[in-house]
């Protein structure tokens, strides 16, 4: 079984940067691809940025420009670099992995608050 730790969260004001990584039990070059998705109160979890293992990269609109996924080889993380946050990205993030064999696996999550 898959085990996702998630860190770096944590509280801002609109403008600022934060950088959350994700440390996977497995290598992270073992899976299809990883990624971060985020759930919001009263919301549906929803995709923010996903990494494949070519190093293809996918965002969402509302954050593309802004933030930055990444792989850290040497720590074996995954990583997501939030630039001018907004209080519209507070949320709880969650990493994501998903294997060669489609088995998709959840970290617990980590909170992102980001005030006016």
């Known amino acids: 079984q898959v085990q996702l730790v998630e860190s770096g969260g944590g509280l801002v004001q609109a403008g600022g940067s934060l950088t959350l990584s994700c440390a996977a039990s497995g290598r992270i070059f073992s899976f299809k691809s990883m990624g971060w998705y985020r759930q919001a109160p009263g919301k549906q979890r929803e995709l923010v940025a996903t990494?494949?293992?070519?190093?293809?990269?996918n965002y969402a609109d509302s954050v593309k420009g802004r933030f930055t996924i990444s792989r850290d080889v040497l720590k074996n993380t995954i990583n997501l670099q939030m630039n001018i946050l907004k209080p519209e990205d507070t949320a709880v993030y969650y990493c994501?992995?998903?294997?060669?064999?489609?088995?998709?696996?959840w970290g617990q999550g980590t909170q992102v608050t980001v005030t006016s």
């Open positions: 994501n992995s998903n294997s060669f064999t489609n088995i998709q696996s």
């Open positions: 990494i494949s293992t070519s190093g293809s990269t």
